[in-house]
């Protein structure tokens, strides 16, 4: 599939109707939603044929950008119940077969070594503090093969320490800087719309070095 | 939710210690074809809980896996990885529970999505 044509197909997909700002809920713009997984899928073999996990997945966008570039299985995991059910919604519009599991990331139990990669684009931490971190923690215990994950530009260097020297990181690259449009969501936005600076970022999990299937 | 699933999730109210696997209670079940792939099969093989998946299946209904985990060499039979398709990838608990099996705590699966959320005297 070509870049313009997954960008389109998640460019219509639907949205958070009533956003919690508690959870820090923010649409993953088709714009960065398909050069993350165009980038995961054509520069590292991350993507098609493996088990794909998007952990804090909301509507689905990039649990669905993984289904459509080939991933064997796809899950989506979600602590709030709405947007799970758009997220079905959305793969079943396109019909694609995704699994959702609904729970607090944070506290997910899960078996085995089942899922190759994970995509994700956790809570800044803006709201509550550290919970970007509590994501990463949380992906490089369970990936096998890769994390790919968006973190705001100015938290780089802590981004970095933590994943290569708290949670076991073998590498921990910035693939590239994009801009994340914010759109006028809730009320203490006081501009129509911000763009931050995000890096888009590879981790691979230690354990599992060279481990390639 | 597929068994696959299934074999990966486990209980995490607190105390527990293995919260695996989770028993399930069958409210309605249904079948969704899914593209067979032997090769992601064989890979999945080693990764399965062998025990887990054919208790899974049965209490679904579905009772055509060997018991005793088979050793690599069914992987050759396309007839054993049919079944297990079936059964892992297949077959779907759409509504009902899945259940702690050191607490008892119930875990609801609706529209085919099990709600593993706890509450806050439960983590």
Redesign the interface.
């Known amino acids: 599939m070509k870049l313009k044509q997954l960008e389109s197909l998640l460019g219509d997909l639907q949205q958070f109707t009533d956003p919690k700002v508690e959870l820090e809920q923010y649409p993953t713009g088709p714009h960065i939603a398909s050069r993350m997984l165009y980038t995961a899928e054509n520069s590292f073999g991350d993507v098609s ?1 493996k088990v794909v996990a998007d952990f804090g997945c909301g509507c689905g966008t990039l649990a669905t950008a993984a289904a459509l570039l080939g991933a ?2 796809v ?1 989506g995991i979600d ?1 709030d ?1 709405q947007s ?2 758009i997220a ?1 919604l959305n793969a079943e519009e396109l019909e694609l ?1 995704i ?6 990331v944070k ?9 190759d990669t994970i995509v994700m684009n956790p809570p800044f931490g803006t709201r509550k503090k550290g919970a970007d971190m509590d994501f990463l923690r949380l992906a490089l215990k369970v990936a096998s093969q890769a994390v790919y994950s968006l973190h705001k530009t100015s938290t780089r260097d802590h981004v970095k320490k933590a994943a290569l020297r708290d949670f076991d990181a073998s590498s921990a690259e910035v693939l590239c800087e994009l801009r994340y449009d914010v759109p006028q969501l809730y009320k203490f936005h006081k501009k129509k719309e911000v763009d931050i600076a995000v890096d888009l970022w590879r981790f691979v999990p230690k354990s599992n070095q060279g481990q390639r ?1 | 939710m597929k068994l696959l699933t299934h074999n990966m999730l486990t209980s995490t109210v607190k105390g527990v210690v293995n919260g695996f696997p989770l028993r399930i209670e069958v409210e309605k079940t249904l079948e969704k074809q899914v593209d067979f792939s032997a090769d992601f099969l064989r890979n999945l093989f080693y990764k399965v809980d062998w025990k887990a998946l054919v208790e899974a299946a049965q209490t679904m209904g579905y009772a055509e896996l060997p018991e005793e985990a088979p050793d690599s060499t069914v992987l050759e039979s396309e007839d054993f990885l049919k079944k297990f398709h079936y059964a892992l990838l297949e077959l779907h608990l759409e509504e009902g529970n899945l259940v702690c099996p050191e607490t008892g705590r119930k875990f609801p699966v609706t529209k085919g999505i099990p709600n593993m959320l706890l509450h806050e005297d439960e983590v």
């Not at chain 1, 506290?107 to 899922?115: P, T, V």
Request: hydrophobic residues 40%; proline residues 4%.
């Open positions: 044929d064997e299985r899950i602590i119940p799970l059910e079905l077969d699994d959702f599991v609904q729970c607090d506290m997910l139990g899960w078996r085995g070594r089942f899922i299937s």
